[in-house]
């Protein structure tokens, strides 16, 4: 672990972000079709280890059942527009020809509009009724107030995201959630995030959690470093939680818990990086929301940009890159990591002799520069 001196009563450690490490090849290679994508977690198997993210710009219920689909998890944001208006559309319109100066005061006043709880069990069960694994996710402060409505839905996985979830919720104001006690009485897995360190990670995993999610989330769209002052590089914070699997894996006799990367994975090579650091899966936002079928139509935020006293995050302007098909597995169009997501994986797998994912997970990485 190396350290550096930033003053005379304050030590840092490096950290890096996934721009800043590289894949190293091993002596084999393969061809892009002997690899596997695929992804387990619980019951529930999928074909490649993208999770849509639970953004209203990303997910809408008939996104989560294309997505389910196409062999992905899309998450749906049941805080967002979806459980608050029957019919969203309009507000969708709004937010897309709203002025940049003005869009954040705009979502404040949209979102300010009450969650209804039988809106949350018709998006849950309108997707369950597809065929495809429901998943949804609360914030902390959102989990006491509604997981009933969640549960008696059907749901089949719950993730629990916020930009800081730790193993207890505590608040003056509201009733506090304890996550290890909410956890071992739901009958589902839950994910639950995100954390940034080995001892936020490890507390996460002895909650009983299915899977951790490591970063803040909302990525291209979210001012949490600069509002808050809070970040960690993504390569250091995934290697770290990683590691505090592997902990607790002999800790627990064998229980595994799965790393989700959240936050700072914009690219095809983030992708391939962030499993190389230790992740088993990634959860992804500004990719997916430039497919013509994003219910923001090439704007995106997060819910950090709804925040009724402090938003921590903006609309963002991407445009519409091509279909969901062809953001997932192409061809793509351009040379610049936006397009074949799932296809670059696999050739980042195959260049270095990867065959699956938890063989990535040992790939070599070098360091492109040294800090400090």
Not at 240 to 256: C, I, K, M, Q
Not at 354 to 362: A, G, N
Request: hydrophobic share 40%; aromatic share 6%.
């Amino acid at each position: 672990m190396t350290e550096v001196e930033i003053g005379g009563t304050k030590r840092g450690r490096i950290a890096y972000s996934f721009d800043d490490i590289a894949l190293v090849p091993t002596r084999r290679t393969r061809n892009p079709e002997d690899v596997s994508t695929n992804w387990k977690i619980d019951a529930y198997d999928f074909s490649f280890p993208i999770m849509a993210a639970p953004m209203d710009s990303v997910v809408s219920p008939d996104v989560a059942i294309n997505y389910g689909k196409l062999g992905g998890l899309a998450v749906l944001d049941l805080e967002g527009l979806w459980t608050r208006y029957e019919d969203p559309q309009s507000e969708f319109k709004k937010i897309a020809n709203a002025k940049s100066n003005s869009a954040v005061e705009l979502l404040q006043q949209i979102y300010a509009a009450p969650i209804k709880p039988e809106l949350i069990k018709e998006r849950i069960k309108q997707i369950k009724s597809a065929g495809v694994i429901a998943a949804a996710s609360l914030s902390p402060r959102a989990v006491v107030k509604h997981f009933k409505s969640v549960v008696e839905a059907g749901i089949d996985i719950f993730v629990i995201r916020g930009s800081t979830v730790s193993a207890e919720h505590v608040s003056t104001g509201d009733e506090p959630l304890n996550l290890k006690k909410f956890i071992y009485e739901l009958d589902v897995p839950v994910i639950v995030g995100g954390c940034a360190s080995h001892q936020a990670g490890l507390h996460l995993m002895r909650t009983g959690a299915a899977g951790v999610l490591v970063g803040f989330g909302g990525g291209a769209a979210h001012t949490t470093a600069d509002v808050l002052g809070v970040r960690v590089p993504m390569a250091t914070a995934v290697a770290d939680v990683a590691a505090a699997r592997r902990e607790y894996l002999d800790e627990s006799e064998g229980r595994y818990v799965h790393v989700i990367a959240d936050g700072s994975v914009g690219k095809s090579g983030d992708i391939s990086k962030a499993i190389a650091m230790g992740a088993d899966a990634v959860m992804v936002g500004s990719a997916l929301a430039r497919s013509n079928s994003a219910p923001g139509g090439g704007k995106h935020w997060g819910s950090e940009a709804v925040h009724k006293d402090l938003p921590r995050g903006q609309v963002v302007e991407l445009g519409v890159a091509g279909t969901l098909e062809q953001i997932l597995f192409g061809p793509s169009t351009n040379a610049e990591g936006t397009l074949n997501l799932v296809g670059a994986l696999k050739q980042a797998m195959a260049t270095t002799g990867y065959s699956d994912l938890k063989e990535l997970q040992r790939i070599e990485v070098v360091v492109n520069s040294v800090k400090g």
